[in-house]
């Protein structure tokens, strides 16, 4: 049995993983809230809570964290959990439990487990794009997940798309996340119901202030107009971005994750289209197949513990 | 013994290489101009020199080309060599010589050979970067050449950097070749030399129309302060998209190669020094190390080589 933990700015989930079946046999959850000794603490719990109520024998555990997870098993960076940054999770959790500890980028971990288990099952050049708070990516190419170097790989949404674009909070001007992540997606909604150009979202939030992603989403799903307009565009904003990963990577699938894919159908078909128009020497090219994420809420946590069976740390 | 050839839109290079020692051991070339089966018997022609005034046998051969090359061996775009275009140039090749034979884009082939025997080795995640008409690109990671699903990865000039930007050729609005190449530096050049900034530069040419890149170079390398602002800003451009590229693959290290690697330790110190500004995260990263490509005008032709070993046709 191995465990996966994806550890979040507000929850650190943890799931049981049969690595045989690929069953998910138990989970549990606690804030993750906390300077590093505190989360080691409750992820030692945790890894207790899962071994004795399943009686199992945990073989190693992988850690999927939001940021830059260096591969000796430390957060080098994570604007969600910076009380962690710089802290040994990884050699201290595997000191703790006695088990091998893997520390991965969630997104990077989710890209696995699409790969083996959800949507990207027998594609050896593979894209994972994960649309939340920001655009988390994993890749796939050769059929071995792509870590780099110092296993900071699929930083991609703070790829230039736009160099004098509007400047996200990580200083940068115009990177891929400001337009097509899920906070860009509820950023465009108030605008265009602040020009009063959305009624319906306001209608729906309350407020121009509380209109976020989901209020468009369901807006769009009602058939708005406006609604319509403002996430086409959305769409348009995260080919754009799976197009400059494309040239590089020549992906042959990408796998749409992240909470955004709750939207279902009218993201997949969105993105599709426009990565049809955007992508240069389309018509030279196989059509690039873009699908849903399986896995849902559990790629993070079954990629990292599949890892943790590959990737023991320093390995 | 193996023998590699790079197809561009003048010449056809070929060399013949000790697969086990790595030495070039002769050399020939041919216009490429022609359609496919004029090529196709000036390759025969060069195979049988290469092959009879070396008493050699040909173990394998390996095609590099400017375009999308697919990996059955086909051409499939290529601005330079319209006319070979959907032409099995590679099956054609295989069936007139009985050698196994690989079709690879050329900056693909290029950064294996670097990998292998040049400025590359012993590092497991490495971008190649070509600066000449274009930006060819080509990426090792987890020590394996990155091809995709069609063998179509590394066409990153082609990446979006600026939204709102200028069409290129391509008809894309902005892309990173648009900045950054060897084209992109000549017209800085001109346009700094139309505007009066840059006396040195029609002087040197003689006239503004016919300044080009390496005029800039010249200029920059006498201490001319417009060519070596005009310099800097296009180092800039050049170390945008290497950062997008870290970002996406977290390379350690990235070796510049292509005609514009004549202009030597500017060009790397230049690139150097705004990656180090351009790429978020810096301070939370090791430094990735830009260095100059040795092999030079070979690089293509010695990776073409050496692919073909690996990666037969239809393999």
Same mark, same amino acid.
């Given at each position: ?18 690595? =045989?079946?690929? /069953? ?33 024998? #945990?073989?190693?555990?992988?850690? !999927? ?38 520390? #991965?980028?969630? /997104?990077?971990?989710? @890209? ?14 593979? @894209? ?12 796939? /190419? ?7 170097? =110092? ?13 004098? !674009? ?29 020009? !009063? ?116 740390? !320093?390995?």
């Amino acid at each position: 049995m191995i465990i996966g933990f994806d550890v979040g700015g507000t929850n650190a989930r943890g799931i049981l993983l049969d690595a =045989n079946s690929g /069953a998910v046999l138990d989970r549990t959850s606690r804030s993750s809230a906390g300077a590093g000794p505190v989360l080691l603490a409750k992820l030692v719990e945790m890894v207790g809570e899962l071994r004795d109520r399943n009686s199992s024998v #945990i073989d190693s555990i992988g850690l !999927g964290i939001a940021g830059l997870a260096h591969q000796s098993g430390v957060v080098r960076y994570s604007p969600n959990l910076p009380e962690l940054v710089e802290y040994p999770i990884g050699p201290e959790l595997e000191q703790a439990t006695g088990c091998p500890v893997t520390v #991965i980028n969630d /997104a990077t971990a989710g @890209a696995w487990a699409e790969a083996k288990l959800g949507a990207g099952r027998g594609v050896d050049d593979l @894209a994972f794009v994960a649309l939340g708070t920001g655009i988390g990516t994993g890749f796939i /190419a050769n059929g071995a997940l792509i870590l780099g170097a =110092n296993g900071f790989a699929g930083e991609s949404g703070h790829m230039v798309i736009d160099v004098d !674009g509007p400047t996200h909070h990580t200083g940068q001007a115009g990177p891929w996340e400001y337009f097509a992540s899920g906070t860009a997606l509820g950023r465009m909604g108030r605008e265009a119901a602040a020009a !009063g150009r959305f009624p319906l979202g306001v209608t729906l939030a309350g407020s121009v202030d509380d209109i976020t992603g989901f209020h468009l989403a369901e807006a769009e799903s009602r058939g708005d107009e406006a609604a319509t307009a403002i996430f086409d565009e959305f769409c348009r904003e995260v080919a754009r971005g799976i197009a400059n990963l494309i040239l590089v990577l020549d992906s042959e699938r990408v796998v749409l994750g992240g909470g955004l894919t709750t939207i279902g159908a009218p993201l997949r078909d969105g993105v599709d289209r426009w990565l049809r128009v955007l992508l240069p020497g389309q018509a030279r090219r196989p059509v690039v197949d873009v699908v849903l994420a399986e896995l849902g809420a559990d790629a993070s946590t079954i990629g990292a513990a599949l890892m943790s069976l590959d990737l023991p740390l !320093g390995g």
